[in-house]
Each structure stands twice: as C-alpha cells, then as structure tokens.
C-alpha cells in the first residue's frame, strides 16, 4: 500500500478525535484477565508498625505481584513480619509459600519514615537480601514499586519494572492530554495540554524527556519535552510531515521520519534540533524507525517492497534488510530492552493485532486478543507489552499468558508508550 503512511497517520488522528471527555487526573483502573500457568507462591503481609506511613506500602506492592502474573501472594492470618529478628522459616515454609517478606516501618525525628525489609527463600530456609529505605511522606508509592521490583528480580532474576512510568493521551473537551503515570495506572499528571491532536511520544532513555508529535503548527512537527521543567522545543520542524521520532540509546540523538525531500524518509538529528541527517534513500515510504538497545540499528516501516513491511539499517545507512515476511501488512517495530524480541503491529483477517517475534529464529507469536491493536511499547526487560484498542490500554507478556486491562470509565485513551527503569 504505497499511502500507508499517510493512512496511518489520518488513522491516528481520526482515533485521537473520537476520543471522549475524561477529566485531567482521571486514574486508570485494571482488570486482569490472565495470569501464568505457574506462580511463585509468597507471602507479604502488613508490615510491621505500617500505622506510621501515610497509606499501606504492603498493599501496593501485593498488588504490584500479583499484577505480574508470576506470583501467588499470600498473606491472610500471617501476622507482621519484623525486619528486625529472624521469623519462624520452617512455619512460614509450612503454608505452602516459596518467599516471604519481612518488614518494619518507623518514623523519623524529621518528619521522614523508614522502612527496612528482608526477604527469606524459605525452601533453602536462607535470607536473599533487604534493605533500608528512608522516604518523604509523598514518597510512599515509589518506595512500594521499588520494594516489588526488589522482590521481582531476586526471585525471577529478571529486573523489576513497576517502579517505571507510562505516557498516553486523552482527549478531555476540546483539549488533548499528554498524561505520565505510575506503571499501575496511578497518580497520573499532565505533561502537556493542546486544542492540537498529540501523537507518538517516545521516552528519553534516562526518563527525564519525551519527545512527541503535535499538531499545534496545523501540521505534525516533533518537540522534545523535558518533563521536570515543562519546557520544550521543536526539533524537527521541516517543510512537510515530521512524525515518528525514536531516541537513540545514549538519548544524544533521534530518529525522526521527514518528508522534507519528497516521501518520507528516515533521517537522524540530534536531541537538540542539530544536524538532520538523512539516513539512507529508496523509493518508499520510510517511516516508524526504532533504535536497537545497542544502538548500531534502526528498524524501520517500509513499503519500498509493494506492501508495509519491517525492515532493519545500520545507524550509519547503507543497505536495508527485510525482517517480516509472515503477512501481507507489518509495521510500528519496537525492541525490547535485551535485544532479543521485536513487537510489532500485523494485519490479518480480524484487524490489527500485536505480535512478537524471537529475532533469533523468527518464531513469531501473536498478544493481542482484539482487531484494532495500536502503538506497542515495551517494558524494560521486554516481559510485558503495553498497547492500546478499542479505547484502553493494554499490557501483555510477550507469551500472550498473562493480560491486563487499564481502561476509564467512558472515556479513550490512545499512544501508550512504556517509560525507562529508573536509574
């Protein structure tokens, strides 16, 4: 389809203002509908002197397991665990638990809270670590992602990533909404307001800026976003379409697609507006790029073969090469994190839907459940996928076993894109 970018783009729009009103702080609700065959089973109860903290810690990080799908909490009739002393192992063992926490809250003279916990492998009846974390009373949600990701990663030796953020936009009136939030959908804030739909945002890799497209100047130009201090600046603003952009892993320069020259084409600028380079030339349609985790590689949305197809070009340009070949219609390529999985959008008889494919042999497995899938992001560690349809967001691990919906009552939200880990 030799308009498909154009299409997609006019797509994109069309969704963004159909979407319903939703208030500015609305929070995003979720619903899981699956979870792993096999779970590990642990116990996190209420912490010991919790009654000190502005809001329960522990339910957080239950909800935080639970919402993985790789874990069975369990804590009805465990009492408090202390950080302080060893518990009874071999009882905690007895009620059919692989882990347990133990944790104690206290309050500072300065107005600060500490918590301290350890975890227990109570098979091997041996403590895996803990920690000691002294927060602000604001803090407390952070600090419950942060002990989750702890507990994730000793037990599947995989990094955490609840302690990560999300964007996506909402349309609420005649405004359209940039809005970050925690990864579970809570305490979400306005990162930018436009009466201009807002499309494609795309994290920095160190968290602190977002690029996005807008359509303030009554055409797409590319703005990057520094979220702390709200300014922004246009950094790709050429004649024509400026759309797509994508960080490079050292977060110094962007991929963007241009049509500055004719059709789209891919082209590298860097973080600052710099030096717009153009990556490479074909009589396609050259669009979506998206940098490997090692940064020697852009994979990108081409119909220079007859139909929209993934393929993948050396940072540097040269010759590209075609990745999918299972289709008539795939587009929108991301990578996961450790470089070994591709997400992408693929079209079949039902619509859209999200698939994955192992780089390493081409195995290719399909997520999503619907027709109309759209904007696939990554989790850090590439476990979970985070994508949007019909109205609400979706993330599902990258085997397709464990899914959740985050959904506002009454209302759309569109462009998901998953935030880096925290440094």
């Known amino acids: 389809m030799k308009d498909f970018l154009s299409a997609r783009l006019r797509t994109f729009v069309l969704l963004l203002l159909a979407c319903l009103a939703l208030p500015a702080h609305a929070q995003l609700a979720i619903e899981i509908t699956g979870a792993g065959a096999t779970r590990i089973p642990v116990i996190i109860p209420v912490?010991?002197?919790?009654?000190?903290l502005p809001n329960s810690v522990s339910d957080i990080v239950r909800a935080d397991l639970e919402r993985s799908g790789l874990f069975q909490v369990m804590d009805n009739g465990v009492a408090p665990i202390s950080a302080n002393t060893l518990p009874d192992l071999a009882g905690l063992r007895a009620r059919g638990a692989d882990a347990a926490l133990g944790a104690s809250a206290s309050a500072l003279d300065n107005g600060r809270m500490e918590i301290r916990f350890r975890l227990f492998d109570l098979p091997r009846q041996a403590e895996l670590g803990g920690m000691s974390m002294v927060m602000s009373p604001s803090q407390y949600r952070l600090i419950a992602h942060r002990i989750a990701d702890y507990i994730y990663e000793k037990l599947t030796g995989q990094p955490g990533y609840f302690s990560?953020?999300?964007?996506?936009?909402v349309k609420s009136g005649d405004r359209y909404n940039l809005q970050i939030a925690d990864v579970d959908g809570a305490n979400p804030q306005v990162a930018l307001t436009s009466r201009e739909p807002i499309i494609s945002p795309s994290w920095s890799p160190d968290g602190q800026r977002i690029a996005y497209v807008s359509f303030e100047a009554k055409k797409p130009v590319v703005y990057v976003h520094t979220l702390a201090s709200g300014q922004r600046k246009a950094i790709a603003n050429f004649t024509g379409s400026n759309s797509a952009p994508a960080w490079?892993?050292?977060g110094s320069r962007l991929?963007?697609?241009l049509t500055r020259d004719g059709h789209s084409q891919i082209y590298i600028?860097?973080?600052d507006g710099s030096g717009a380079r153009r990556l490479m030339s074909s009589g396609g349609i050259d669009t979506e790029p998206n940098f490997s985790p090692d940064g020697q590689t852009i994979y990108f949305s081409s119909d220079r073969g007859g139909g929209a197809q993934i393929y993948r070009v050396s940072a540097n340009g040269?010759?590209?090469q075609r990745v999918t070949f299972d289709g008539s219609y795939n587009v929108s390529p991301r990578i996961s994190s450790d470089g070994r999985t591709m997400a992408y959008l693929t079209r079949g008889g039902s619509g859209f839907q999200i698939a994955i494919m192992n780089l390493a042999n081409g195995q290719i497995t399909k997520v999503s459940q619907g027709g109309q899938a759209e904007s696939p992001s990554f989790a850090?560690?590439?476990r979970m996928v985070l994508y949007a349809e019909n109205g609400s967001l979706y993330a599902v691990s990258s085997d397709g076993n464990v899914r959740q919906r985050l959904s506002v009552q009454a209302s759309a939200v569109r462009e998901p894109a998953w935030g880096p880990a925290p440094k």
Not at 47 to 52: P, T
């Open 255 to 257: 991929a963007v697609a």
């Open 269 to 271: 600028v860097g973080a």
């Open 164 to 169: 990560t953020r999300i964007a996506f936009v």
């Open 380 to 382: 850090p560690g590439g």
């Open 318 to 320: 040269g010759s590209a």
């Open 248 to 250: 490079s892993p050292d």
């Open 47 to 52: 912490f010991e002197n919790e009654q000190v």
